[in-house]
C-alpha cells in the first residue's frame, strides 16, 4: 500500500479545501523537520549528552531541562530564514523573537512548549512540542511585531499540532479540517499519514488527572473524582480506570486514540494563579485539536478557545477530552 506523506497530504488539503496557505504548509514543514531533529536528539538520550538539567530557570520560574533549551534553539532557527513568520513565542522565552532584519518576514506568528513533559526526559517515558500558529494583525508601514499581536482567542488559530516522542514518534495536526496523524518513518525519515481523520470516543470509562494534588482541589473536581471512584455502586454506574503520565502530550495522546478525560484544574496550591497549564502554548493548541477530533476542551465553566488572553504566558485551568464526559464535568461545576 502507497501512503502520503505530509507534503502530500497539504498539498491536497491546499488543492481540494484551500484550507492551506502556500505559506502556512512552507511553516508545518519546517515545524514538523524541527520536530524530527528534536526526536533524533531525545533518541540519542545518555548518548548524545542531552539528559539532565541546566543553572538556568524560564520565566515560569521553572528549572530549565537541557533538552527544554535545546528544542527551543531548534525550533527558532528552523523557523527564523524561510520568510513565513513575523514573530515567534515560546514557554521558555520570556518576550516575544521577532524575526531578524536579516531575513524577510511573513504573516503569521508561531507559538510552542518546545519540550511537554520535561520531567519525563531523564526517566525514558514519552515527551513532545506542542504548536500554535496565528495569523499576525495587519499592519500598516511595516509597523514591529508585538506582544498584544499574540494576545488572540484560541479560536483564532490557523494551525495547531504537537509531536510525540515515544514508541512511536508522531506528529498530529489540525489546520481546522479535522485531525490528521503522521508517523515518522525512521529509515525514510519522512512523516507518513497513518489516520486522515481521528475522532475521540465521545463516551469514556478513565480519567487523566494528578491525584495527588486532591486535597488542593475545588469542590466540583473533587466531587466528580468522587463519583469516578464509587464505581459501578456510584451515582455514575460504571468503573473507571485511571492514567497519569505528567506529559500532557502523552495524555492527550492517549485519549484521542481511545477516549478519556483528563484534566489540570485550579486548584487551592497557587490560588491566585488561574492553573498550572500555559494558555497559549498548551491548552489552546490542545483544544483545537481535541475539538476537531469531535471533543470538548473547557475551564470548568467556559470553553478554553473563547478566552481572550492579556498575557502572553498566562496560565489556565483545563478540563478536555471525550464530548460526553467533559460535558457531565461542566455540570459539577455549573452545579457549583
Ligand atoms: P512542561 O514540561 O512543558 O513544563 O509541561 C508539564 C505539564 C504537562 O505536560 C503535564 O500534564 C503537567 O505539567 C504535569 O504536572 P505535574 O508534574 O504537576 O503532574
Ligand atoms: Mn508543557
Ligand atoms: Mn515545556
Known amino acids: 500500500m502507497t501512503r502520503k506523506t505530509l507534503t502530500q497530504y497539504l498539498v491536497e488539503q491546499q488543492r481540494e479545501s484551500g484550507t492551506v496557505a502556500p505559506e502556512v504548509r512552507l511553516l508545518i514543514e519546517v515545524v514538523a523537520r524541527a520536530c524530527k531533529a528534536i526526536g533524533h536528539a531525545v533518541g540519542k538520550g545518555a548518548l548524545g549528552g542531552v539528559l539532565g538539567s541546566l543553572e538556568s530557570e524560564n520565566v515560569q520560574g521553572e528549572v530549565q531541562k537541557k533538552l527544554d533549551v535545546m528544542s527551543n534553539d531548534i525550533l527558532l532557527e528552523a523557523n527564523e530564514w524561510g520568510g513565513h513568520l513575523a514573530a515567534m513565542a515560546s514557554e521558555e522565552m520570556e518576550t516575544i523573537h521577532p524575526i531578524p532584519n536579516r531575513y524577510p518576514k511573513g504573516e503569521y506568528l508561531l507559538l ?37 499581536d499574540f494576545l488572540q482567542p484560541g479560536s483564532s ?74 464505581g459501578e455502586e456510584g451515582p455514575l454506574a460504571k468503573n473507571y480506570n485511571m492514567r497519569w503520565i505528567a506529559s500532557m502530550v502523552a495524555d492527550v495522546h492517549r485519549l484521542l486514540t481511545r477516549g478519556g478525560i483528563f484534566m489540570y484544574p485550579w486548584d487551592k496550591r497557587e490560588p491566585n494563579k488561574p492553573g498550572k497549564l500555559r494558555l497559549m502554548y498548551e491548552a489552546n493548541p490542545m483544544s483545537f485539536i481535541v475539538e476537531q477530533a469531535g471533543g470538548r476542551a473547557i475551564t470548568g465553566t467556559e470553553r478554553i478557545m473563547d478566552i481572550q488572553p492579556d498575557q502572553l504566558h498566562q496560565r489556565v485551568s483545563v478540563v478536555l477530552g471525550s464530548r460526553n464526559e467533559v460535558d457531565r464535568v461542566k455540570s459539577y461545576f455549573d452545579a457549583k
Open 157 to 230: 488559530q490557523v494551525v495547531a499540532g504537537y509531536a510525540v516522542y515515544g514508541p512511536q514518534t508522531m506528529l498530529v495536526l489540525t489546520v481546522g479540517a479535522g485531525v490528521a496523524v503522521f508517523t515518522l518513518d525512521r529509515e525514510q525519515g519522512a512523516w507518513v499519514l497513518t489516520n486522515d481523520n481521528l475522532q475521540i470516543p465521545a463516551d469514556t470509562k478513565e480519567f487523566s488527572i494528578n491525584m495527588s494534588n486532591m486535597r488542593h482541589w475545588d469542590t466540583p473536581v473533587k466531587r466528580y473524582i468522587d463519583d469516578c471512584l464509587a
Open 112 to 148: 510552542f512548549d518546545p519540550l511537554d513533559g520535561s520531567s519525563n526526559i531523564d526517566v525514558n517515558v514519552s515527551i513532545g512540542t506542542i504548536f500554535s500558529v496565528l495569523k499576525a494583525p495587519h499592519k500598516e508601514g511595516g509597523q514591529a511585531v508585538t506582544e498584544a
